[in-house]
């Protein structure tokens, strides 16, 4: 299984930007799949995730209104379309895989992990 995360980059605070996560080596139906974050000194933050079947999506509060999850089963690829960011938002963002029923917000619950990708955001 391999997830390659992209996307990431320098952005001016309340910029935007599109993260991508390319799945493949599987079938991902069944499986949530998850946006995590980590900022350095910092434990890694759950973002957002969807489930790939329904797409039923869950956000961390600190980004509700402001993040969108979602995905293509055709391109078996992930998307976080993240906007109005903030400086304390600079993190490196990974994407995750996991046949989860509960608890998204739980890096444990994921099996499989993308490289990340920085997102720096500038004040």
């Known amino acids: 299984v391999q997830l390659q995360a992209s996307g990431g980059g320098l952005v001016q605070a309340g910029g935007s930007l599109r993260l991508s996560c390319a799945a493949s080596?599987?079938?991902?139906?069944?499986?949530?799949m998850g946006w995590f974050r980590q900022a350095p000194g910092k434990e890694r933050e759950f973002v957002a995730a969807?489930?790939?079947?329904?797409?039923?999506?869950y956000y961390a509060d600190s980004v509700k209104g402001r993040f969108t999850i979602s995905r293509d089963n055709a391109k078996n690829t992930v998307y976080l379309q993240m906007n109005s960011l903030k400086p304390e938002e600079t993190a490196v963002y990974y994407c995750a895989a996991g046949r989860i029923y509960s608890a998204y917000d739980r890096a444990q619950q994921y099996h499989y992990w993308g490289q990340g990708t920085q997102v720096t955001v500038s004040s």
């Open positions: 080596g599987r079938t991902f139906s069944g499986y949530v």
């Open positions: 969807i489930r790939w079947s329904g797409g039923s999506t």
